[in-house]
């Protein structure tokens, strides 16, 4: 990894905008869920640009994503490889692996850009891909998931339906 160095331009630790990704990072390393939720703003939007039928919109509905996510992940460790804030955006580099509950791995690697408002996710914009060789990755694994659960599908339809009429 990195040096994460106060030398290190790119990286701005003192900023309070990146101490919010910071914390997020850490509660999902401990797999806190609530302390991960804590980091985002009760509306928060979530958009996958390169997946735009796929945002999520509001904290409760993140909740939904994260648990399920965390129910059949297993081991996950996320390394926050670069941080740095431009006013109260924030960019960050990171890479996510580890090991599902039925073995198999998963790696993915990407950046993120997050809008902080009062020390919370307010929205953000996730470009996280897989890392080559892996044949399954963790994202493909919870779109599966999300589908198999029948609330999963209500509450995905519901922010669908809900971005649609407005």
């Not at 991960?36 to 939007?45: G, K, R, T």
């Not at 994260?66 to 996950?76: C, H, K, L, Q």
């Amino acid at each position: 990894m990195p040096s994460q160095s106060p030398s290190d331009p790119t990286v701005n630790a003192s900023s309070a905008p990146t101490a919010v990704v910071r914390r997020l990072i850490d509660a999902l390393n401990r797999s806190d869920l609530d302390a991960l939720m804590d980091c985002f703003a009760p509306d928060v939007h979530t958009h996958l640009p390169t997946q735009p039928s796929r945002g999520i919109h509001g904290r409760e509905y993140l909740r939904g994503y994260w648990e399920s996510a965390m129910d059949g992940a297993g081991d996950v460790r996320a390394e926050l490889l670069r941080c740095v804030a431009d006013g109260s955006t924030v960019l960050a580099e990171w890479c996510w692996r580890g090991t599902r509950r039925d073995g198999s791995t998963f790696a993915r690697a990407g950046m993120t850009v997050h809008g902080v408002v009062d020390d919370r996710i307010a929205w953000q914009r996730l470009y996280m891909e897989p890392v080559r060789g892996e044949a399954e990755t963790v994202g493909a694994w919870v779109v599966e998931e999300m589908e198999r659960r029948p609330a999963t599908r209500v509450a995905t339809w519901s922010v669908t339906a809900a971005r649609e009429a407005s």
